[in-house]
């Protein structure tokens, strides 16, 4: 999700929010989902709804007809689900995903058919869910122009890894470029699968690993696939020559649209397609509570998915399943520890509790606020470092931030051409300021998909989703205070991929006689530092921007015909070095 209401004088002031016109993303429709009675053991037919437990469904039956609605099981077969329910009764504790339906046909008239479907016998409760939305900023209309018009007389697509400062060493960036040293750091053996509207599939940058739609129909609206095409370059941009390279460039990434299906149905299809270690990606936010759940230009009060129960349900399944789920907490500006979080509506089942309070059962997907960029990036100032961006919701719930602003991707400026790279061709867009909890959520993930990737090499279990939420919590860089913004307002650390290795993988240190030697005069890829590497114990060692002197000195060594290397090492790399001869 991406910021709409900006801090006054910033990015944005002049677009949508309090300070400009407003907008709304086009085919954010309501859901009505309904919750059955387990004893009546509904199975939907193609003539319509039958009760397994031999129960009267004729009122059911006939209120569809009637209201030409159709009801349709949220997470697939009945018979499927009861089978998967009954097998981990022991084991995982998430709600009994057979009695989850969605109503089709109910858009316009949701909230009058709600209450007559849910006085039904068959029928426990059914809620009407707001639209979901992304949460985006954009540059103001002056800069997005002049950017515009510079960059179309370019003929190339220049490299803009340069403007990627989240990729850096921690605390400003999470450390990718240490990452991509260490074998599995690039994401290699993950797959992502990112759940919200629509994406530019074709875009130039995207092509090496990306595996398509897994489900749903994309939504066709410019500013949606814009938005999805800037998440997945933060997480798999290609590494080449031009544009942005992601933070895991070798991780599988693919998409799941939750148009035609529901956002709960579409986490549940993405979580379906993968396996222990792989990752959700929820970037998505809606109405919440605050302001009763109705829409608004400048997102307040938007908060979590994770909050309904039937996405709920959908995460639950997935982190049940080894699976790490990542969601966006939200653009609201709210606090998520707030008195009003703990009532639960009365449309929702019995055995809800608020998922924000840490005291109740947990869905276990890492919840990711917005902090701020280093100060002068992209020459602006977005407050100090890693400090809440006034837009981001916070709490206890929260897990870790990424940067909220100024971050560099692929796509456009919402719905515009790119405001780093524009033209006609969407497939060549590129910003500079894709932002909001929408931007940090895939720096979070780029993060613990270069941890799963360097585990699995590693021959180590990868992470579950609360592993990693303590990895997250326990490492990484501090959240700082802003004025009127103190860090006891929690969005979470800033991941740092080199302390959280540490933490995940303490290893041992070794020594040895360096056989042969490489001297990497220039790295590839060429954002990574030159190196020495030194083939020590079987294996090659790095030691990354040698100086001058311990260069010649192993040139000098190796020269001589009997080299004396002595190499201590740390996995594969190089944290002392003696030459004697």
Do not use: C
């Amino acid at each position: 999700m991406s910021d709409q209401h900006a801090e006054p004088g910033g990015p944005g002031a002049a677009g949508p929010g309090p300070d400009g016109s407003g907008f709304t993303y086009s085919g954010a429709q309501e859901e009505l989902i309904v919750l059955a009675r387990p004893e009546a053991r509904l199975r939907v037919q193609a003539d319509g709804v039958r009760s397994a437990a031999g129960a009267d469904v004729s009122a059911l039956n006939m209120f569809l007809g009637d209201e030409q609605l159709a009801l349709e099981p949220l997470f697939g077969s009945e018979e499927r689900l009861q089978g998967i329910s009954e097998a981990s009764a022991a084991g995982a504790d998430f709600p009994d995903l057979a009695l989850f339906y969605r109503v089709r046909g109910a858009t316009q008239r949701a909230q009058e058919l709600r209450a007559r479907i849910a006085a039904l016998p068959e029928i426990v409760t059914a809620y009407v869910k707001p639209g979901a939305v992304p949460a985006t900023t954009h540059g103001s209309p002056e800069e997005f122009d002049e950017a515009r018009r510079m960059k179309e007389k370019s003929a190339a697509t220049p490299d803009f890894t340069g403007r990627q400062g989240y990729l850096g060493p921690a605390p400003a960036g999470i450390d990718a470029h240490w990452a991509w040293q260490r074998l599995g750091g690039n994401g290699e053996g993950v797959s992502v699968i990112d759940v919200e509207g629509a994406w530019q599939l074709g875009h130039e940058d995207l092509s090496a690993k990306l595996a398509g739609i897994v489900v749903g129909t994309p939504i066709s609206d410019v500013a949606w696939r814009n938005h999805g095409t800037a998440v997945l370059g933060v997480i798999g941009g290609d590494r080449n020559e031009r544009g942005v390279t992601g933070i895991v460039p070798e991780a599988v990434t693919a998409a799941a649209s939750f148009q035609g299906v529901g956002t709960a149905a579409a986490i549940h299809a993405a979580a379906e397609r993968l396996g222990p270690g792989d990752i959700v990606l929820i970037e998505l936010h809606r109405p919440g509570p605050r302001f009763d759940y109705q829409p608004r230009d400048d997102q307040r009060g938007y908060i979590a998915l994770e909050w309904w129960p039937d996405d709920y349900a959908a995460i639950k399944y997935a982190t049940a399943k080894g699976i790490v789920v990542v969601g966006a907490a939200g653009n609201g500006a709210e606090s998520l520890d707030d008195a009003v979080y703990e009532r639960r509506p009365h449309e929702f089942p019995e055995w809800w509790r608020n998922p924000f309070n840490p005291s109740n059962r947990a869905s276990g997907a890492v919840l990711v606020g917005a902090g701020a960029p280093p100060p002068g990036t992209h020459g602006r100032d977005h407050g100090p470092d890693r400090s809440r961006l006034a837009f981001s919701n916070y709490g206890a719930r929260l897990d870790a931030q990424g940067w909220g602003r100024e971050v560099t991707t692929t796509g456009g400026s919402w719905n515009q051409p790119g405001d780093l790279q524009g033209g006609t061709e969407e497939i060549a867009w590129y910003t500079d300021t894709f932002s909001g909890t929408s931007s940090a959520s895939p720096v979070v993930v780029g993060a613990l998909a270069a941890l799963q990737g360097m585990l699995k090499a590693g021959g180590q279990r990868p992470m579950t989703s609360q592993r990693a939420r303590e990895v997250l919590r326990a490492t990484g860089s501090p959240q700082q205070d802003a004025p009127g913004r103190p860090a006891s307002q929690r969005i979470g650390n800033r991941p740092d991929l080199r302390g959280a290795v540490t933490n995940l993988l303490p290893s041992t240190v070794g020594s040895g006689q360096a056989e042969r030697y490489w001297d990497e005069l220039i790295p590839y890829p060429p954002e990574l530092p030159p190196r020495l590497r030194l083939f020590v114990a079987g294996t090659w060692r790095n030691l990354s921007n040698p100086s001058p002197e311990i260069r010649q000195a192993v040139h000098a060594a190796f020269a001589g015909g009997r080299p004396d290397v002595r190499v201590w090492f740390s996995d594969d790399e190089v944290v002392g070095l003696v030459v004697t001869g």
